[in-house]
Structure formats: C-alpha cells, structure tokens
C-alpha cells in the first residue's frame, strides 16, 4: 500500500534560530499547504527571509526542524530536495555573463536533463511569463528590470519545481511593472498549481497572492489567516497597528 502524500509543501515544527542575545527568529509552528501561496508578511527585521532561507538550506534552525516536500533538510538529502524547489530572488539574481536562454537552462543542463525536455520547457515557459524569446539571446544588462525578472521566473521554473520560494521578487521593479508582473505571476501559479512561500513587506501585494498570510512580528507569529481574519479579528495591538499603517494604500481587488 503506498503512503498517500503529505497535505503540505513544508513545515517549520518548532523551528528557531538565534542570532544574538536580542535577535531570534522562532520557535515557529508552521504548516505550508501544497497548491497554494503562503505569504510571509512583515516589517524589516521580522524573520520573513530567514524563514525562507531555512526553506532553500541556506540557514540551519538552532532548535526544532524543517521539513521540506516530506523530507528533513540534512545534509544528505539536502542536493535533492533543493532541486525539488525553485527560488527567484529580488532582481532575479541572473549571471551577468550569461544570457537569457543561458542563464534559464544552466541547471538544466547542469543535471543532465535532456536537451529536447529543455527546448520544450524553454518554450512553455517564456510564453507563460510572456516573455519574448528573442530577448533570450541577451545579456542580462541588455534587459529591463521587468524582463529581468521574468528571465529569473523562466528559471526557477525549469526543472517543475514542487516548491516555488520567493524572496521579495518585485521589490525593485517600476510600479507599473510591478502590477503587471504580479497578475502574470499569480496566473502561472494558478495554471501550474505550484506550491509557493512569498516574502514580502508589502500588505496590498501579500493579499493580491495569498491564500494565506502569515503575519510575523519579532520573529514569531503575530498572526495567520486570510486578510479579512486579520482585519476583522486582529490578535494583537501589533496587528492593528500594522494594518493601519497599510490603510493609505488600496488593496487591490482579487478576482477568483
């Protein structure tokens, strides 16, 4: 009889991690549900990175554990996990050497993927971002911030990512780039039925993308749900006041 999968891309079970005597992410207690976009939202300095750092192995919990797509991140299983997971950073984080197309099928390559899988995924993939494959043959310079990006989205979607890791990933773009890029990101979740972790300070953006958001202040927990649990039972002073600093900022309608 094989096990059924687990209901969950990720989960923190009690993870923390100190950094000094007044800085400690954790203990956390977090389940991250397959399918869907988890936002971590927050001020700066709140965790929101280093909980996704512990997600992609870049940062190792002092206590409690991570799992990740079922597994625990130690060191043996870490390689494998990790290309079981895509990660697209602010500014897309491609090598300025490289262009496009090379920069979008170097781990591809690099894990021997078969050359006409690479050549089909190249193609799905730049038509979902809506990205023109002529730009493909550029140096990243060559590229606007926007193209960029969805050069760096190609990327962390190339080898079907189960896990989709986002760390602030339109914090830099132009503001109308940024609206446009958010409704071509959500769309392709939606059409890949991807598991996704967003970061992001930005209250309008975590609602146009969650379907839940995690709201940390101090490195713990301040409050989970939808926005309008936030906004209609908040659970703290903290959460209030956090959301009235929103305010001036319209949210953004959501269509199913």
């Known amino acids: 009889m094989v096990d059924a999968p687990s209901p969950f891309a990720a989960r923190f079970l009690g993870a923390a991690r100190t950094f000094d005597a007044r800085s400690t ?10 399918g869907k976009t988890t936002v971590l939202l927050g001020p700066s300095g709140c965790g929101k990175t280093t909980l996704l750092r512990m997600l992609i192995g870049l940062a190792k919990p002092d206590s ?14 870490l390689p494998s996990v990790r290309r079981r997971m895509g990660y697209l950073i602010q500014e897309g984080g491609l090598f300025p050497h490289l262009s496009a197309r090379q920069n979008v099928c170097l781990l591809a390559q690099h894990v021997g993927r078969d050359p006409a899988f690479i050549d089909a995924q190249v193609e799905r993939l730049s038509a979902l971002a809506r990205l023109d494959p002529q730009l ?10 926007g193209q960029r990006q ?3 989205l190609v990327r962390a ?3 079907e990512p189960e896990l989709l890791l986002l760390d602030e990933p339109l914090g830099a773009l132009d ?11 959500r769309a392709a979740f939606r059409t ?3 598991s996704v972790v967003m970061v992001t300070h ?13 709201l940390l202040h101090e490195g713990k927990i301040a409050q989970r749900g939808s926005l309008d649990d936030l906004e209609r039972t908040p659970a703290s002073p903290f959460v209030e006041r956090f959301l009235s600093a929103h305010r001036p900022a319209r949210r953004r309608e959501v269509t199913p």
């Open 25 to 34: 992410v954790g203990p956390i207690d977090l389940e991250v549900a397959r």
């Open 64 to 77: 409690g554990r991570v799992e990740v797509l079922g597994e625990s991140l130690d060191e043996e299983r």
């Open 136 to 145: 493909l043959q550029k140096l990243p310079s060559e590229l606007s911030g």
């Open 150 to 152: 969805r050069v760096a």
């Open 157 to 159: 979607l190339m080898l």
């Open 175 to 185: 503001p109308m780039v940024r609206v446009e890029l958010q409704e071509d990101l």
């Open 192 to 194: 890949l039925e991807t």
């Open 202 to 214: 930005d209250l309008a953006e975590a609602a146009f993308f969650a379907d839940t958001l995690v």
